[in-house]
């Protein structure tokens, strides 16, 4: 008997400290985690804030002079005006051409469907990220339109279309078809079933596509720095690579201020998305 | 009507014709635009790529004129260029140890240790993994330029030391920054992947005695195992195509951090060897297609279940 009682004590001892120790270990693990991931993105929140900013983190003094001065800067500011066009006509493109062919997709059976929903899945994956930079600057060549706005946002969409077609897709089939049954007995055409049948089915799908479109652009740094070659033209992913490549320590400071003004677009749409959508969601369509 | 369609129309109300709203004609009218744009700027310049990469084009000089047939000569060279067989090397360490070993061990890591913490610190957590995720590639790559810099860098400041960590350890920092840019996807994947577990899983095993190593080599890996693997294979396309190690070292020190795409973007685009620059982007693209296919089947094989 009392044997057993003996056992019972040292086993739960043993279990208290081998609980102690996993915990330790647990808040360990949980700090260095956090230093990890916090580290290296402290200086995007000094630096612009500081009259002194260095390479290194330090406390900010709470000026605002960098972004004075990075207002003056004849690349800076065009630049985020740059990537608004640029963002801004590949939203626009995807979503007028993606629309339509999601909904079709979704809503239409014809023969070659799954055939062409296949093709299209594994060509967006295959023609990706660097393998389909020469690809692409061979079209953009051969059609004469390496250094415009207009090539490199076309370009751009036909990156972006199969995945947001597929989200589309996604979104369209989970909403009932009684819309459309009646629309087609009131004899509607193809124009006002875009606008008045299909818009308002997809509408919530076309906001997440229109904003990670929008984000992905806003972000892409090889496509236009291949595509684009007058500096003036450049959107703020490629400027801002000029300045650290080109510009040297002189321009710390604007890179400082410049940083954070061309960052906050892409905060906002994630706070966006994260407010209405869940980022769980944001998480799936992002890459 | 064939069986696929049933299954996605459970309750056919109405007896459907080929098209529900549109007619046929209509469908191709609405694929059109998007359909133009996908096989200008996707498809056929692959194919094109490919047929290219078996010529000697060059941008300028005769070649550029009229480009010559030169067969398999651009693919032989690459396989046996020092350079190309080099970025090879450095892909497939940089694939490994930042997609494979590093985001997806991590990602699962951080989604199993804190599923159980406070709704507030869990999400905190998450939100700090997402943000070096979403922050754009040439904002970040700055911040670990800066962070590594040899005199006033961060690490170095905190460390009390001055190593030139881009110039001594350059294949090493691309991956811990790789780790730290994109563990984001496979933390949400794998949280999302735990979330599908029937609680009564984890319950039944705790009942029986299982210790939570137990519960999740026995219990957690061989049901969400279908997610991991897709997760896998997406991270390590995406990997494989990555340009941003190029905004950090560009390539250097002497072809250290050289990966793939950085040896396709200094041959083809900036001395403009566009023959040959094309035979080693189609051998990306021939590795992108073995990645995707198995990648369609691994996430057709999680859709059935």
Redesign the interface.
């Known amino acids: 008997m009392s044997m057993t009682t003996q056992t019972r004590t040292r086993l739960r001892d043993n279990h208290t400290v081998r609980a102690f120790v996993a915990r330790v270990f647990f808040v360990f693990f949980i700090v260095a985690l956090v230093t990890f991931f916090v580290v290296p993105m402290l200086w995007l929140f000094t630096a612009p804030f500081d009259s002194t900013p260095t390479l290194a983190v330090g406390i900010p003094d709470w000026t605002l002079d960098n972004f004075r001065e990075m207002v003056e800067n004849p690349f800076a500011l065009p630049s985020i005006v740059n990537s608004f066009i640029l963002s801004g006509g590949t939203v626009l493109i995807v979503l007028l051409a993606g629309a339509p062919a999601a909904y079709v997709l979704s809503r239409a059976r014809f023969r070659g469907r799954d055939t062409t929903l296949y093709i299209l899945l594994l060509f967006s994956s295959i023609v990706t990220g660097s393998a389909a930079m020469v690809p692409l600057f061979f079209i953009a060549l051969q059609l004469g339109l390496i250094d415009t706005y207009h090539g490199t946002i076309v370009i751009l969409a036909g990156g972006l279309l199969p995945a947001s077609i597929f989200i589309l897709k996604d979104f369209t089939d989970t909403i009932p078809r009684s819309y459309e049954e009646s629309a087609r007995v009131f004899g509607a055409n193809s124009f006002q079933m875009l606008r008045d049948v299909v818009a308002p089915v997809i509408r919530p799908g076309l906001a997440v596509i229109a904003v990670w479109a929008f984000v992905n652009v806003w972000s892409n740094f090889l496509l236009p720095f291949i595509l684009l070659r007058t500096p003036s033209k450049s959107p703020a992913a490629v400027v801002m690579y000029s300045f650290y490549t080109e510009g040297g320590q002189a321009v710390i400071r604007v890179i400082a201020a410049f940083s954070i003004v061309y960052t906050i677009p892409v905060l906002l749409a994630y706070l966006f998305v994260n407010r209405r959508y869940g980022f769980r969601f944001y998480g799936g369509i992002k890459g | 009507m064939t069986k696929?369609?049933q299954e996605?129309q459970p309750l056919p109300r109405?007896k459907?014709p080929?098209?529900?709203?549109?007619s046929?004609r209509?469908?191709l009218?609405?694929?059109l635009?998007?359909?133009i744009?996908?096989i200008?700027?996707?498809?056929?310049?692959?194919i094109?790529?490919l047929v290219?990469g078996l010529t000697n084009y060059r941008?300028t000089g005769i070649e550029a004129k009229e480009p010559q047939f030169v067969g398999l000569e651009n693919f032989e060279n690459a396989l046996t260029d020092p350079a190309f067989i080099n970025s090879i090397w450095v892909t497939i360490l940089f694939v490994l140890g930042s997609a494979v070993f590093g985001q997806a061990v991590l990602g699962f890591i951080?989604a199993w240790?804190?599923r159980n913490l406070a709704p507030r610190v869990r999400s905190s957590?998450?939100l700090?993994?997402?943000?070096?995720?979403?922050?754009?590639?040439?904002?970040?790559?700055?911040?670990?330029?800066?962070?590594l810099?040899g005199?006033?860098?961060?690490?170095n400041?905190?460390l009390g030391i001055d190593t030139e960590w881009l110039l001594r350890y350059p294949l090493l920092s691309i991956i811990v920054f790789n780790i730290?840019r994109g563990t984001?996807?496979s933390m949400?994947?794998s949280?999302?992947a735990l979330a599908s577990l029937p609680p009564s899983y984890l319950q039944t095993a705790k009942l029986a005695g299982a210790s939570n190593w137990q519960q999740l080599r026995d219990v957690v890996l061989p049901s969400i195992k279908g997610y991991l693997i897709t997760n896998l294979l997406?991270i390590t396309?995406?990997t494989?195509?990555?340009?941003?190690p190029f905004?950090i070292t560009?390539g250097g020190p002497g072809g250290k951090t050289e990966t793939?795409?950085?040896f396709?973007?200094q041959e083809?685009?900036r001395f403009l060897e566009?023959g040959y620059?094309?035979a080693?982007?189609a051998i990306?693209?021939a590795?992108?297609?073995v990645?995707?296919?198995f990648?369609?089947r691994s996430s057709r094989r999680n859709a059935a279940r």
């Open positions: 696929s369609q996605t109405v459907e080929a098209g529900v709203v549109v046929r209509g469908a009218i609405w694929l635009p998007a359909g744009i996908v200008a700027f996707l498809i056929a310049p692959a094109w790529t290219l941008l951080i240790s804190i957590i998450e700090l993994v997402i943000l070096a995720w979403i922050i754009p590639s040439s904002v970040v790559t700055f911040l670990w330029i800066a962070l810099n005199q006033e860098g961060t690490l400041t905190i730290w984001a996807f949400l994947l949280s999302a997406l396309l995406w494989f195509n990555d340009f941003t905004l560009g793939v795409p950085v396709i973007y083809a685009l566009l620059g094309s080693i982007a990306a693209l590795i992108n297609f990645i995707a296919m990648y369609l």
